[in-house]
């Protein structure tokens, strides 16, 4: 760990996916790592469990205490975007004026030691970039990797390799979100989307397409920038570029896409090399297209077909990307992270292509009120994909309540007749009196408190 010299990381947030995967970092390199976060979670729990203190309430006396045997030099203060303002703590320190980064600060300063793979995208990031990882550490190099959820592979989201060798690499997911991935100058650099998303922040699609081809730009003269062949029809970047895609002329894409026995298989074209029957494992159309744009960044690390082949069989993916919780011949119930219309669409047709004969129930929801107003037509048309959509109130995230926009005015826009509203924690009992076959939970905010008790309601039938 070359880049810092603290001996105190405070982070105001910790349990967030990304700054939790940093504590870990600094904690592997035994600096004193503490945190606050809003709420307990498994996440939280976990870092406990790993010697990091944690508390869930904006205390200003604990935390002098902390900080009162430190100089400031000595104390790095790591906070989320997501901490309001006027967090009674973020307060303190900055009339403190102690040191204060945003946790994409911190990260771009870790990844100028190592070659840096970076993945950027609307959707797909996550298991791209944790695919990715799983190829370069099936294949031996010497690889760090922060991702944004917790491979089943690994179990962690962040991945540890030697920081002594020169030659080591780093993978990072870009996050669009407040531009953090400007902080970011990869030697190689993938876009898989760039579909319009956080408008709070942005404003309007065309600077969020500004912000992404920023980020295109940013990649190292002498660097490899791969995009999905959608994104560079949209983006009109002018860089030297590598395209991939699915079905489409690309110069690594994938077809000839096929379901057998519920697995993926498919060929990809990978530059001048044909790789046939490839077998990918996690489902989804999606993810062989995320699975094209990790071939592309081994091939340019010149790893071994061979490995690559088995990288891709053995991959079993991310908690939160459809995560089989329940598999069995009476039921099947999958839960995932999507929040995204496209995510939503994206989800939903995998499941709908692996079982095809089957009733597909979805639970849905909704995360942010301002992302439900940008996009409720395009949530009202991915939700109609369903057979049965049981429907529950936004998650707020950060955000107070809009006028007028509910999960009510979600409901009135969806056609499909077998539609429900139904309170979070009457969710359990409304479930006990529906048959399911094939049952999805999709959300960003606090759904997943839920998955537990639907899997033991679920197993309990089985």
Same mark, same amino acid.
């Given at each position: =760990?070359?880049?810092?010299?603290?001996?105190?990381?405070?982070?105001?947030?910790?349990?967030?996916?990304?700054?939790?995967?940093?504590?870990?970092?600094?904690?592997?390199?035994?600096?004193?790592?503490?945190?606050? $976060?809003?709420?307990?979670?498994?996440?939280?729990?976990?870092?406990?469990?790993?010697?990091?203190?944690?508390?869930?309430?904006?205390?200003?006396?604990?935390?002098?205490?902390?900080?009162?045997?430190?100089?400031?030099?000595?104390?790095?203060?790591?906070?989320?975007?997501?901490?309001?303002? $006027?967090?009674?703590?973020?307060?303190?320190?900055?009339?403190?004026?102690y040191e204060i980064q945003k946790r994409s600060q911190v990260l771009g300063t870790i990844t100028k030691q190592f070659k840096t793979i970076a993945i950027a995208g609307t959707h797909g990031k996550t298991t791209t970039s944790?695919?990715?990882?799983?190829?370069?550490?099936?294949?031996?190099?010497?690889?760090? *990797?922060?991702? @944004?959820?917790?491979?089943?592979?690994?179990?962690?989201?962040?991945?540890?390799?030697?920081?002594?060798?020169?030659?080591?690499?780093?993978?990072?997911?870009?996050?669009?979100? $407040?531009?953090?991935?400007?902080?970011?100058?990869?030697?190689?650099?993938?876009?898989?989307? *760039?579909?319009?998303?956080?408008?709070?922040?942005?404003?309007?699609? %065309?600077?969020?397409?500004?912000?992404?081809?920023?980020?295109?730009? &940013?990649?190292?003269?002498?660097?490899?920038?791969?995009v999905n062949k959608n994104v560079d029809n949209v983006l009109r970047l002018t860089r030297n570029r590598l395209c991939y895609g699915v079905s489409l002329e690309a110069d690594y894409h994938a077809e000839n896409v096929r379901?057998?026995?519920?697995?993926?298989?498919?060929?990809?074209?990978?530059?001048?090399?044909?790789?046939? $029957?490839?077998?990918?494992?996690?489902?989804?159309?999606?993810?062989?297209?995320?699975?094209?744009?990790?071939?592309?960044?081994?091939? &340019?690390?010149?790893?071994?077909? %061979?490995?690559i082949v088995e990288a891709l069989r053995s991959f079993k993916g991310v908690k939160r990307r459809f995560d089989y919780r329940v598999k069995t011949n009476s039921v099947v119930y999958v839960d995932d992270y999507a929040h995204?219309?496209?995510?939503?669409? *994206?989800?939903?047709?995998?499941?709908?292509?692996?079982?095809?004969?089957?009733?597909?129930?979805?639970?849905? &929801?909704?995360?942010?009120?301002?992302?439900?107003?940008?996009? *409720?037509?395009?949530?009202?048309?991915?939700?109609?994909?369903?057979?049965?959509?049981?429907?529950?109130?936004?998650?707020?995230?950060?955000?107070?309540?809009?006028? @007028?926009?509910?999960?009510?005015?979600?409901?009135?826009?969806?056609?499909?007749?077998?539609?429900?509203?139904?309170?979070?924690?009457?969710?359990?009992?409304?479930?006990?009196?529906?048959?399911?076959?094939?049952?999805?939970? =999709?959300?960003? @905010?606090?759904?997943?408190?839920?998955?537990?008790?639907?899997?033991?309601?679920?197993?309990?039938? %089985?």
């Open positions: =760990m070359k880049a810092f010299n603290y001996k105190i990381v405070y982070f105001l947030g910790i349990g967030g996916i990304g700054m939790s995967a940093l504590a870990r970092y600094f904690n592997h390199y035994k600096l004193l790592v503490s945190g606050y $976060d809003k709420t307990e979670t498994v996440l939280t729990k976990e870092l406990v469990k790993e010697g990091i203190d944690i508390h869930y309430d904006e205390n200003i006396t604990s935390l002098k205490l902390l900080l009162r045997n430190y100089t400031k030099e000595e104390v790095l203060i790591v906070y989320t975007p997501a901490v309001p303002k $006027d967090h009674a703590e973020l307060v303190y320190l900055q009339q403190e004026r944790s695919l990715v990882a799983h190829i370069l550490k099936s294949a031996g190099l010497n690889c760090f *990797a922060f991702l @944004g959820g917790i491979t089943t592979n690994y179990n962690t989201n962040l991945l540890l390799g030697d920081a002594n060798d020169s030659n080591a690499l780093i993978v990072v997911e870009a996050d669009e979100y $407040d531009r953090s991935f400007l902080t970011l100058h990869p030697d190689i650099a993938v876009i898989t989307s *760039a579909d319009a998303d956080h408008l709070d922040i942005y404003g309007d699609e %065309s600077f969020v397409h500004e912000s992404y081809t920023l980020f295109a730009n &940013q990649v190292k003269e002498n660097g490899v920038l791969i379901v057998e026995n519920a697995t993926f298989f498919y060929d990809v074209e990978a530059g001048d090399e044909a790789m046939k $029957d490839l077998q990918l494992g996690i489902p989804g159309r999606h993810n062989v297209e995320n699975s094209v744009a990790a071939i592309a960044i081994a091939k &340019q690390l010149n790893i071994e077909t %061979s490995k995204h219309p496209e995510e939503l669409k *994206a989800t939903i047709s995998a499941a709908k292509s692996l079982y095809p004969d089957k009733k597909i129930t979805g639970i849905f &929801q909704p995360h942010l009120f301002s992302r439900t107003r940008d996009f *409720a037509n395009e949530f009202a048309a991915s939700l109609d994909m369903l057979d049965e959509i049981i429907l529950l109130e936004i998650y707020p995230a950060r955000e107070k309540p809009i006028e @007028g926009v509910n999960s009510q005015m979600l409901l009135d826009k969806m056609k499909s007749k077998n539609k429900h509203l139904v309170k979070k924690e009457n969710l359990i009992a409304f479930l006990e009196k529906q048959k399911v076959e094939v049952l999805l939970t =999709m959300g960003a @905010g606090d759904i997943d408190t839920l998955i537990e008790p639907i899997e033991q309601l679920l197993k309990s039938r %089985s």
